[in-house]
């Protein structure tokens, strides 16, 4: 408690607060990001249905529209899928599927580009040029074009029932090990700056070792492009995942996220059936918007050049 209570203290006496009460756009992404992210992360007590058990699943329920349209049933307030699921409890289920894909998909990443990161720009010479070749080899790579042909092997390899069962874990592990260059450089620039200070100098002269150096010492100051960064990455895992369901290469049409239910709905939307694709489209939107003008806030409030008061 008393942790948090410092934190606390020293985020009221920081400028990010102070510039976060002036920003409106902030203020309004934030409290959007917020509702979404507490509405996925209570979905089994939000949602009136559950998307899993089959039990609570009929087929003659399919396609039903959202309420407000006729012929609706109430029972569904934004209609139903394919399947006769309730799409409202379907797209709480799939936000919190999402959301993790993207939040962990990012941690990895950042776990792997920040130590690159560090090492790179601290060693200098021929092992930053090595690792900074390497970060240059797999950014010369899509994402999704890596994704797609990781997952494709991977399915084909183990059977679709064996991916199924681990495809969140699949995705994470995909798109993290394929995003970190991007925080790697980051982190390698700030590192250049950070490691010509007199503060890193008085490390060497009390005898500090170089992993001592880096984490304890340059990391701190390194945090707020990584922070700025990693809130941009954590859109771009989702719109991945989004990509890769929607070609059928990510989560199966049992387990839903965002982008499963989109792909599903596609073959519908001709039939009149548009609810299925355009309901769950429309909250991928809002929420990969939220997070991209957080993403924004918190560049601008990192670099005073950028921020207008």
């Known amino acids: 408690m008393k942790l948090f209570a410092n934190l606390w203290q020293q985020l009221q006496q920081s400028d990010l607060l102070h510039y976060y009460k002036r920003d409106k756009v902030a203020i309004v992404s934030s409290v959007v990001f917020l509702i979404l992210a507490l509405m996925a992360l209570f979905s089994p007590i939000i949602a009136p249905f559950d998307p899993y058990d089959l039990t609570q699943i009929d087929l003659m329920d399919s396609e039903m529209p959202p309420a407000w349209l006729p012929n609706a049933d109430e029972r569904f307030l934004l209609g139903t899928d394919d399947q006769g699921r309730d799409l409202w409890s379907t797209i709480l289920y799939g936000m919190r599927v999402s959301l993790m894909i993207g939040i962990f998909a990012v941690l990895l990443q950042s776990a792997i580009g920040i130590v690159i ?162 309901i769950p489209g429309f909250f991928l939107i809002v929420i990969v918007i939220s997070i991209n003008l957080l993403g924004d806030f918190l560049r601008d409030v990192f670099n005073p050049r950028l921020y207008k008061d």
């Open 117 to 278: 990161g560090l090492v790179s720009g601290y060693a200098g010479g021929r092992v930053d040029s090595v690792l900074m070749r390497i970060a240059d080899v797999q950014l010369s790579f899509s994402t999704l074009m890596v994704a797609i042909i990781v997952l494709a092997i991977v399915k084909n390899a183990f059977g679709g029932e064996t991916y199924s069962s681990y495809a969140m874990l699949i995705l994470i592990l995909v798109i993290g090990l394929s995003e970190w260059p991007q925080i790697a450089r980051t982190v390698r620039s700030s590192v250049l700056g950070e490691k010509e200070k007199e503060y890193v100098d008085a490390a060497h002269v009390m005898g500090f070792g170089p992993i001592r150096i880096m984490f304890k010492h340059i990391l701190p100051n390194c945090l707020s492009p990584i922070f700025v960064i990693g809130t941009v990455q954590i859109a771009n895992a989702i719109i991945t995942e989004a990509a890769l369901s929607f070609l059928g290469l990510g989560m199966p049409v049992t387990e839903p996220s965002l982008g499963s239910l989109i792909s599903i709905g596609k073959e519908y939307l001709y039939s009149g059936s548009w609810w299925i694709t355009l």
